[in-house]
Structures are given as C-alpha cells and as structure tokens.
C-alpha cells in the first residue's frame, strides 16, 4: 500500500467528517497519522508520544510503512486494552483487515512482527490458555540461583574476550549474544545444536539469506532437540515442556520453543544495554551504584520506566463498535499498547525520581497477556549488569552520548551500539563493591 502524505490514507477516521476524538480540537489533529518509526521517530519517541496524546488516549498512527492503526497514548488506556482482553479486544491478527485484504506488504516489518503464528502470542481463548499455561509452567521449574549462576559464566566468558580490548561495544560484544546464549542452556540444547539454532536465527535477520531454507534448519534443530528430550529428559525448559500435561505435538512445541527464545533475547538484550548506559552516563546512579548505596536493581526499573526494551506491542483488536473516553473504536484495525507512552504519561505525575523501586511500570505488559517471566529477565540483566560493572569499573563511553543510535522501528526501543573506552583496570575476576545489589 503506498503512502500518500498530502491526504488522509484510505481507512484513515480523518476520511470521515465526524471527529471522533470528542474532547480533541479537529486544529490539534494531524494531517495524516503520525508514524511510530523511522529516524524522525527514534531519535525522540517521547516527543511523538505526547503529540499522538493530544489526539486522546487512543490515536491513529502509521505503525510502518504504509500500515495504519492506532496506538494507546495514556497508561489508562493501555490497561482498559489489556484488562479487556479477551472480552473486548482479541489478540488473533485473523481480525486484520488489512492483511486479510492483502493491504499489508509482504516484506513490512509490520506483518513480520504481527502475522499470524500457532504460539500462545497470537492465540486467544482456551488455546492461548493451554500453550501459555505449559510454558508458564515450564518456566516456574527454572531454579533461579543456577540461572544466576549460568548467566555468570556466560557473563564472564564475554567479558574475558572484552577485557582483551581498548574498545567494545557493549551492544555487540556482550549485551547481544548474553541472552541467547542464557536460553540456549534453559532449554538443554547440546552444543551443535544450540550453536545451529543460534545461527539460523542471526540469519533470519539477514536479508541476503534464504528465509525459507533458515527457518526450514531452525525447524529441524528444534525438532532434533525435542526428541532427544522426549528420549532423554533432563531438568531443562525443553524437556518439562516435552512431560507437561498439556501434551504438546512435536509442531507445537517447535513453536512454542521458537516463541520463548524471541521473546526472551531481543528484550533482555535492550534492558542490559538500556541500564548499563542509565549506570555509565547518569550521574544519580553510576555514584551510588559503585559505592554500593544503591542496588542495581534500582537502575533496572529505572530503565524498565524510563526505556521499556518493548516500547509498542501487543497489538488488539476490538471486536465490536464500542467507545472509549469519547474515542469510537471500530473492528478491524489493530491497536498497539505503547508501553513507553504508558510509562511516560504525565498523568501519572511521579517525577522521575519515585521510579526507582516502583514496578508499576507497564515494560512487562499487565493482564492476561502479561509476560510470563519477569523475575527471569530480572535475574538474567541483574547479573550481566553486575558483571560489567565489576570487570569493567569506570567505564566511560567512547562517543558522545548525542552520537549513539536507536534500534530503527516501532517495537522494540534499545541501542544499536554502546561504544566505550575500557579503563586499564579491567579486572580478570569479578569482585564485590559490597553493600545491596
Ligand atoms: C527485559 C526482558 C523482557 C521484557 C521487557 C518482556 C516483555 C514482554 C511483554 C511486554 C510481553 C507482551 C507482548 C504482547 O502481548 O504482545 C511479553 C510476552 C512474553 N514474554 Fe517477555 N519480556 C522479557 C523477557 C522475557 C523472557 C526472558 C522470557 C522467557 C524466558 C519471556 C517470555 C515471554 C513470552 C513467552 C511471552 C508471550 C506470553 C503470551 O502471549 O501469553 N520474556 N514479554
């Protein structure tokens, strides 16, 4: 679908001659919804927050290219979604109608992050229930002292390779492959096979590849992994999966498997990267955190306010005309919670300073929909952030700050790098700053 900015695009509620934002002025709205990508867009998200705000607490937006819908702008509408769901809004993308009508490029980002796919994300209703209740389940097995243990000496091994250096990037070098590295051991991959399902995905990202034979070899790793679980249970993600009482197909749970690795990485990832620049760069806490006055916890839900690593997702749809704060909501087109425009709502009047400590942050999502693993995600930062710091002591960056680059796109909000200059105090083992962590 092309875009045309001099006029409203086709679907757009601008084509319609009633406003209906209710308490919005028509002199507030724009003359075609606001895009929530692209480099205008991340160099200041919260700018085009607040703009898409004055249009009311849920507004129209091009969420890529050519691909339109709306977005939740208040934290107050972004729970009505998800405590509604799945009476209101459903989840299925079976309600696009632009992607059921062929509107939706193929190759849009868009479509990549919200088409269809048998995993618990894109289910509603009892077979949402089912395969989420068996990777909730499955998860709640994960002893989390031997996960902080395990993310140590994943931790430790990528720092001994950027202890070496004058120059790192914290993004490629430690923050990136950290997670995936973490979830690979969650699930039992034995070595060949984890460092098949590593590659493949990288691939995936590649343009240059071939998708279909990618996935196609990330199927079949996945595959050969849960039969030598179903053969040879341990005490790993694959295998209490594999005996869970939901009795998942081997296609389920290739699905399921593939499901949990994407939504763990990519915004552990960004929360790593998102804290560790809070901690080098912001004077309240790098201070505090190295003298030990403040845990590094505090820093995470700093960031996790702040910079939540999935800025807009979960997209619904509503399943009937119904309206909200005088905003008409139609069946359709999909609705993106902002979790960042939740979390930076200035009706919520906290100053920034109360966020240290406070979860009522939106970054895990709420409801019914919620991620099934914070603590984890907590644990697997925590201990990557608290080795960086103990390897790494005095850590500056090696640009200015103004330099450094967002991740492109809608969904998720991190750093492309975080070049720094490594101090010559680079420590060979970790040691303790003592005080709370
Ligand atoms: C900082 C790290 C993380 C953040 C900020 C985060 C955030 C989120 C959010 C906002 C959602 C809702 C997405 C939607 O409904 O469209 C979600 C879902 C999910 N997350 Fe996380 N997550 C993180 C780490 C993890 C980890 C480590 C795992 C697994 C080990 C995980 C597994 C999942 C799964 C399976 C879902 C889908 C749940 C469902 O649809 O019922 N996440 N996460």
Redesign the pocket.
């Known amino acids: 679908m092309t875009v045309h900015h001099s006029e409203p695009p086709p679907g757009s509620h601008l084509s319609s001659s009633r406003c209906p934002y209710g308490a919005a002025s028509s002199a507030t709205l724009p003359a075609y919804p606001l895009p929530i990508y692209g480099p205008e867009f991340s160099a200041n998200p919260r700018a085009t927050y607040a703009q898409l705000r004055t249009l009311g607490p849920i507004a129209p937006c091009e969420i890529a290219p050519g691909v339109h819908g709306y977005i939740t702008t208040t934290y107050r509408s972004a729970l009505y979604l998800l405590r509604n769901t799945p009476t209101l809004f459903a989840k299925d993308p079976a309600h696009w109608q632009a992607l059921r009508n062929g509107q939706v490029p193929a190759d849009s980002p868009a479509r990549m992050m919200m088409q269809p796919s048998p995993n ?2 894109w289910l509603d209703g009892d077979a ?1 229930a089912r395969l ?1 209740g068996a ?1 909730t389940d499955s ?1 709640a097995w994960i002893d989390t002292h031997a996960l902080a243990t395990a993310v140590a000496r994943i931790a430790n091994r990528l720092l001994d390779r950027v202890t070496a250096l004058e120059h790192a990037d914290l993004v490629s070098d430690f923050a990136d492959p950290l997670p995936m590295q973490v ?1 690979i051991e969650m699930f039992g991959c034995p070595p060949d096979l984890g460092r098949t399902i590593v590659l493949a995905i990288a691939q995936l990202f590649d343009t240059t590849q071939d998708a279909a034979r990618v996935n196609a070899e990330l199927e079949a790793a996945c595959l050969a992994l849960i039969r030598l679980k179903r053969h040879q249970p341990a005490t790993d993600v694959t295998s209490w999966l594999v005996a869970h009482p939901a009795r998942l197909s081997d296609a389920e749970m290739v699905q399921q498997i593939l ?2 690795i994407g ?2 990485t990519t ?2 990832t960004n ?1 790593i990267a998102n804290s560790l620049l809070l901690l080098i760069t912001d004077e309240r806490f790098n201070g505090d955190v190295h003298t030990g006055v403040r845990p590094i916890a505090d820093a995470l839900d700093h960031a996790l306010w702040e910079d ?3 800025s807009n ?2 997209p619904l749809y509503p399943r009937d005309h119904h309206t909200y704060e005088g905003v008409l909501l139609r069946p359709g087109a999909p609705i993106l919670v902002s ?1 960042a425009a939740a979390n930076s709502d200035p009706a919520l009047d906290q100053g920034s300073h109360r966020r240290s400590g406070n979860r009522a942050h939106l ?3 709420a409801g019914i ?1 919620a ?3 914070p603590d ?2 907590r644990v ?2 925590e201990i990557a952030v608290e080795h960086v710091l103990d390897r790494l002591p005095d850590l500056t960056l090696a640009c200015p700050q103004s330099d450094l680059v967002r991740r492109p796109g809608t969904f998720h909000s991190g750093w492309t790098s975080l070049p720094v200059s490594l101090p010559l105090t680079t420590t060979t083992a970790p040691h303790s700053y003592g005080g709370p962590r």
């Open positions: 618990a994300l949402h989420r990777i998860l979830l499901l949990v939504a763990g915004p552990s929360l939540p690593p999935i997702y979960c979790f970054a895990f999502s929909r991620c099934p693993a984890l995600a697997i930062a």
